[in-house]
Nanobody, 119 residues
Framework: QVQLVESGGGLVQAGGSLRLSCAAS????????RGWYRQAPGKQRELVAT???????DYADSVKGRFTVSRDNAKNTVYLQMTSLKPEDTAVYYC?????????????WGQGTQVTVSS
């Protein structure tokens, strides 16, 4: 079993900052902590930011220049630094990890952490 535990969400005013953390534990052999997704009420879950094992990053256009994803492999933790937050960033943010078993991708998700940005 893989456990992903997110933390760092909360209520912040527009223009503010938050830092999310996601720690992986359990059976994490060959697990790849990929990054972050979010889901706003009534919307589908969407990619926010991912980071590869080599450290290359990818961001949704809506967060480029404002969010930064990083990882600490020694701590099995991935982070999302969010700045210049906007009300449209309000969502539940989920950490994602992936492991390939016989070529098949298995995705793991955290329980989510709520981020609410007030105008």
């Amino acid at each position: 079993q893989v456990q992903l535990v997110e933390s760092g969400g909360g209520l912040v005013q527009a223009g503010g900052s938050l830092r999310l953390s996601c720690a992986a534990s359990g059976s994490i052999f060959s697990i790849n902590l990929r990054g972050w997704y979010r889901q706003a009420p009534g919307k589908q879950r969407e990619l926010v930011a991912t980071i590869s094992l080599s450290g290359s990053t990818d961001y949704a256009d809506s967060v480029k220049g404002r969010f930064t994803v990083s990882r600490d492999n020694a701590k099995n933790t991935v982070y999302l630094q969010m700045t210049s937050l906007k009300p449209e960033d309000t969502a539940v943010y989920y950490c994602n990890a992936r492991r390939y078993v016989v070529g098949v991708a298995n995705d793991y998700w955290g329980q989510g952490t709520q981020v609410t940005v007030s105008s």
